[in-house]
């Protein structure tokens, strides 16, 4: 399952091909079961604010009803239960309970989560108890993708650029203005505290030597965003041995690839 926290407007669940394999065995397998059996599929969950959610179905249904090749998928899935909306204030709701009595969702599988564009805008005592509360109810080694800013770019001081600082005005502006920031270090220790593993803790500059140098696409130097910083993090303890299948196994790795 992919837990997308925060999920705003994300489209992950309805642009990526995340059952094309399954689709494709079905095929291969002569099985005549249709798309509304799901109750073995992966389900994308997304969580966020009611009056975000309401907005997000809103054009997506609008979207749904253009006639093209987009439209049909759109129309498509939200027809099942492969991509399922829960409503979730993460300041006062309790998550945890939240998910373990949504229907859709799966206590103790191996799971993916997303939490991305989340963390500056709370406290950081909110985003210790999400990560702890969702480490309880996942099985040991799922995968956390999520993102913070970094703690040197976080205000308006004498080191942080202009563009950074009129970021941080425009989220203020709006009602929605970034309280939390740590360096690359403080958030490792932060993680490990709340019962997860470091895999990867990078920012733009990263990708663009490690991706589109050897491609010839760098950006300039002005046109890299570093404030935030994109972590990659695993549920402790982590198995020292697959519990899966191999096929399942590969499956996973599949998914979590397409969510990153």
Known sequence: QLVILGAGYDTRGFRLDLWREKNKNNTNNGNDSNENNNDSELKVIEVDQRQVQQRKLS???????????????????????????????FTTDDLKQKLVLHEGFQTMARSVITMEGVTQYIPKESTADTLKKLKDIVAPGSTLLLTYVDQNYLGDGETVPKSYQRIQQLAAKVGEPWVSGWTKEDFRVFLREN????????????????????????????????????????????????SLSKESDRKFKGIEKSAE
């Open 59 to 89: 054009n997506l249904l609008w979207l749904s009803n253009r006639g093209d090749e987009d439209g049909q998928r759109i129309a498509d899935r939200m027809g099942t239960t492969r991509v399922q909306f829960l409503p979730v204030d």
């Open 195 to 242: 019962g997860y593993e470091v895999v990867s803790d990078t920012a733009m500059s990263d990708y663009n030597l490690t991706y589109l140098k050897d491609v010839n696409r760098q950006l300039p130097e002005e046109e890299l965003m570093n404030l935030e910083r994109f972590v990659v993090a695993r549920t402790l303890p982590i198995p020292k041995a697959p």
